[in-house]
């Protein structure tokens, strides 16, 4: 059984994705506690599903994309059983994943969002860096969620230790919500020399700040 917080239908609101049609698959539960996380009502309650009732539920969605998120998905190991059931069917599958649990057993055929923690996270401590090492250029990405220039140097050290530019499809760095000037932000990134990009969250752009995160 699965513990499951909301099946929805939306469009993608970060990432290479964003702006596509997309059915959310949100698990309940969650081993951090990012400082700025902004999907708290997922850490506790959520309702016991089968894979077979949430991929019923997917199906009449009406997306070909798909994305499991939390919380932290991948915290429950039936997930791993849900995301190759969805592979299987043919949707295409995207994990985010906080980075905290290993990604080594995820179906190839699903591509992974890797949020990197930085500093102002209060959980930085806790990356499994391993992951990173398994990212591929033609599915995954990475994403640090900053809220200030430590943490920008921060993610810029590790994208460069980890040669990230080369080993993921793309590079995110994404402002957390009213936090940190925008303008710095993209003044940083273009200075860099990197080949990344910004990223802003476009569900809260639409809906407004109280959103929620992918």
Request: glycine share 8%; aromatic share 8%; with cysteine.
């Amino acid at each position: 059984m699965l513990r499951v917080t909301e099946i929805f239908r939306s469009i993608q609101g970060e990432s290479t994705h964003a702006g596509r049609p997309c059915a959310f698959v949100r698990l309940t539960g969650c081993p951090m506690r990012c400082v700025w996380c902004d999907s708290e009502y997922t850490f506790s309650g959520g309702e016991h599903f089968t894979v077979d009732d949430v991929l019923s539920q997917v199906r009449a969605l009406n997306c070909k994309l798909v994305e499991v998120t939390g919380g932290e998905p991948l915290a429950q190991r039936e997930a791993f059983d849900l995301i190759e059931r969805l592979c299987d069917e043919g949707f295409e599958v995207l994990i985010e994943t906080g980075g905290f649990v290993s990604t080594e057993e995820v179906d190839a055929r699903a591509s992974i969002i890797l949020d990197v923690k930085c500093p102002a996270s209060g959980e930085a401590e806790r990356n499994h860096w391993p992951n990173l090492e398994r990212l591929r250029a033609d599915k995954d990405e990475a994403k640090f969620v900053i809220v200030n220039f430590e943490d920008w140097e921060f993610a810029r050290e590790i994208i460069e230790r980890y040669e990230l530019v080369r080993r993921a499809k793309a590079v995110l760095i994404s402002p957390a919500w009213d936090t940190v000037d925008l303008q710095e932000v993209a003044g940083w990134i273009a200075e860099s020399g990197l080949n990344i990009r910004m990223q802003l969250q476009l569900h809260k752009y639409i809906w407004g700040p109280e959103a929620h995160g992918v």
